[in-house]
């Protein structure tokens, strides 16, 4: 798993790549909750590359989505390939988290 993470006007989108599961997971809820806790609340991660998320991912992206709200901010997904948004759907997430079709609506809705 690989992650970038790219600063934008009003929000950062964080670029993610490989598979998310129970071997990566921590890295990507330490990333994600080392940028929440450093002021940088408004996230957008771009999930067009993720091929494979487990329940790990799941709990990570939970986790960040909760410790931004918390502080005023929020999590919302974009570009999410087919066999993540699957996962996404089958466990509600869908209805927890905002999903974007694409980064720059995702960012757009930050503008609003």
């Keep these: 798993m690989k992650i970038e993470i790219q ?3 009003h ?3 964080v670029v993610i790549a490989g598979s998310v599961d129970g071997l990566t997971a921590d890295v990507l809820l330490g990333t994600l909750q080392g940028y ?3 002021g ?3 996230l957008v991660a771009d999930l067009e ?3 494979y998320t487990s329940s790990a991912g799941l709990r990570a ?3 960040t989505v909760k410790q931004a709200r918390q502080r005023g901010g929020d ?3 974009a570009n999410i ?3 993540v948004l699957k996962v996404l759907e089958l466990s509600g997430f869908t209805t927890i988290m905002k999903c974007y079709d694409d980064v720059a609506s995702a960012m757009g809705s930050y503008a609003a």
Excluded: N, Q, Y
């Design 7 to 9: 600063p934008g006007e």
């Design 11 to 13: 929000a950062a989108v």
């Design 36 to 38: 929440v806790e450093a």
């Design 40 to 42: 940088h609340t408004h």
């Design 49 to 51: 590359r993720v091929d």
């Design 61 to 63: 992206l939970l986790a």
């Design 75 to 77: 999590l919302r997904l």
């Design 81 to 83: 390939s087919p066999p």
